[in-house]
């Protein structure tokens, strides 16, 4: 079961399965990039993409077919793994595999959810809704720690005023980390442009660097980002995964930045 170490964590990996093979390429490049780093490295995938703006959107292989492939990651790579849940029907499946739990940030406020994943005992990776003010997580956090847990992450993923846009306001990573808690930027969900589109979501993956750059010299403890082989074919967050030819140099940058703090 995973715990914070109080290393850097990157969490990383493609927004949805789109297969076994591709995905187990995906989690071998991760592991060559990161064997040598001096930080945690958590894989994260999701087998549901449960909440896609349009109703014809690639969803995803399914719960049964998602975790099998997340199972031989675990497995193969001896990595922890993360993936989102979108109903309480969901946790007893996925408790055995999976060493993190994440809430989806428009999620993060329903109860019955936040408990079950909490009583899991695994660590829980709750996203800020994009409609809530980063002091207010101190609430969602109460939900799990009267669980008995206190294994929690608090992730940032910008703020919506709506008109298909999102604003990311660096003052949330002191706030949420009042809290005695890690807190981590999901740097490429910050990047989306919501519904903009034509039906999906837009984004601004040129920002990825400056913003991850930005945002571990702002105290962040660990960055999650959405990458893929080819961003452009990506079947959900094309606009914003970030290339995984280019994971290397960033973590070395994110690195430097880093041991100066």
Known sequence: MYSFTGKFVFIAGPCVIEGRDETLFIAEE???????????????????????????????????????????????????????VHEVSQINGIKEIVDIIQIPAFLCR???????????????????????????????????????????????R????????????????????????????????????PSAANGV???????????ACAAVAAGIDGLFMEVHPNPNKAMSDKHTSYSLNKVALLVERIMKIRSVL
């Open 30 to 84: 991760l592991k060559k990039v990161f064997e040598s780093i001096d930080a945690d490295f958590i894989f994260k995938a999701s087998f549901d993409k449960a909440n896609r703006t349009s109703v014809g959107s690639y969803r995803g292989p399914g719960m049964d077919e998602g975790l099998k492939i997340l199972a031989e990651v675990k497995e193969k790579f001896n990595m922890p793994v993360l993936t989102d």
């Open 110 to 156: 329903q109860t019955d959810l936040v408990v079950a994943a909490a009583k899991t005992g695994k660590c829980v990776n709750l996203k800020k809704a994009q409609f809530m003010a980063p002091e207010d997580m101190v609430y969602v956090v109460e939900k799990v720690k009267a669980q008995g847990n206190d294994n929690i992450f608090l992730t940032e």
């Open 158 to 193: 910008g703020t919506s005023f709506g008109y298909g846009n999102l604003v990311v306001d660096f003052r949330a990573f002191p706030i949420m980390k009042k809290t005695g808690l890690p807190v981590i930027y999901d740097v490429t969900h910050s990047l989306q442009r």
């Open 201 to 211: 979501s837009g984004g601004d993956r040129e920002f990825v660097e400056t913003m």
